[in-house]
């Protein structure tokens, strides 16, 4: 059941970003990876961790993918979308590419096996997390919110219109 | 159960798919998801680490980085929105006022 459900949203998982990377309209391929992220929100409840499964449903899926389409609404390109890069470019990539996927494999090949695997005890209650937020991590959430407020101000500051003189 | 060993060749395979998305896109913003793609596989790591492990402590790092994200597409998208108000083209090969 485990591994059927796990097949099941790897698949969706990388068929999204699949999907994204052939897709040639951008909101076909926002919505591709709000089924990625949904799907990826599946795969972290499947290790144990039900509330960031969550957040990452409301707030990936959710208000940052919104915010994507928003932009996307907002750039209304009149002359479409330009053809992809030449051939030998996107050759180059493939290439580069299957070298990259090699040489993490095998960087982590060592400790793949020592990993063990997910049930057991669970680990990622909502309860303990929050405890841990507000003892172990209080400095870094609290800079976080810093970072989050200066972030709102930056981003409104940059996109509002000059007033006209 | 699932090997956890799984999930962390899962997050290797989007980390790449991420890179080549982010290669062979042009326009700034599909560029700009291909960043979250990559960043969502790195969380999928931390969080299959955190079972392997045994701590909750990866799941607060993912916390972390989900925040970090939502305010990076913020200001992000609001540059992108800038600089497609100056040059009406999203399009990166426009992006080159630094080009000698």
């Known amino acids: 059941m485990g591994i059927f459900l796990f097949s099941l949203l790897a698949i969706l998982c990388v ?21 990625a992220f949904a799907s990826l929100g599946g795969l972290f409840g499947l290790l144990d961790a039900p509330f960031i499964a969550a957040v990452q449903i409301i707030i990936y899926a959710g ?3 919104v915010l994507f389409i928003f932009v ?13 890069r030449k051939r030998w470019t996107l050759g180059l990539s ?3 590419a299957v070298f990259l996927l090699i040489e993490l494999g095998l960087a982590v090949r060592g400790t793949l096996g020592a990993l063990g695997r997910t049930g057991g005890e669970s680990i990622g209650d909502p309860k303990e997390l929050g405890r841990l937020l507000f003892t172990d991590y209080l400095y870094p959430f609290e800079i976080t919110s810093v970072l989050i407020i200066a972030a709102l101000v930056g981003a409104i500051v940059l996109v509002k219109k000059k007033e006209k003189e | 159960m699932i090997p956890v060993s799984y999930f962390f060749g899962l997050s290797i395979v ?3 798919l991420g890179i080549i998305a982010f290669f ?20 999928l790591a931390f969080i299959a680490l955190a079972k392997a492990a045994g ?22 998208l609001a540059i992108i929105l800038l600089v497609f108000r100056q040059k009406k083209s999203i399009k990166a090969e426009d992006m080159r006022l630094l080009k000698g």
Do not use: W
């Open chain 2, 24 to 43: 062979i896109k042009r326009d700034l913003i599909t560029m700009f998801m291909a960043i979250e793609v990559m960043l969502n596989a790195a969380n």
């Open chain 1, 72 to 84: 996307i609404m907002m750039i209304n390109l009149e002359q479409g979308i330009a053809p992809e």
């Open chain 1, 15 to 35: 068929g999204g970003v699949l999907g994204l990377i052939l897709s040639r309209n951008q909101a076909h391929s926002a919505l591709f990876l709000v089924l």
């Open chain 2, 55 to 76: 701590s909750p402590a990866g799941q607060v790092i993912v916390f972390f980085i989900i925040t970090v994200a939502a305010a990076e597409a913020a200001v992000g």
């Open chain 1, 63 to 65: 208000a940052i993918m």
């Open chain 1, 94 to 96: 493939a290439v580069l």
């Open chain 2, 14 to 16: 989007l980390f790449v």
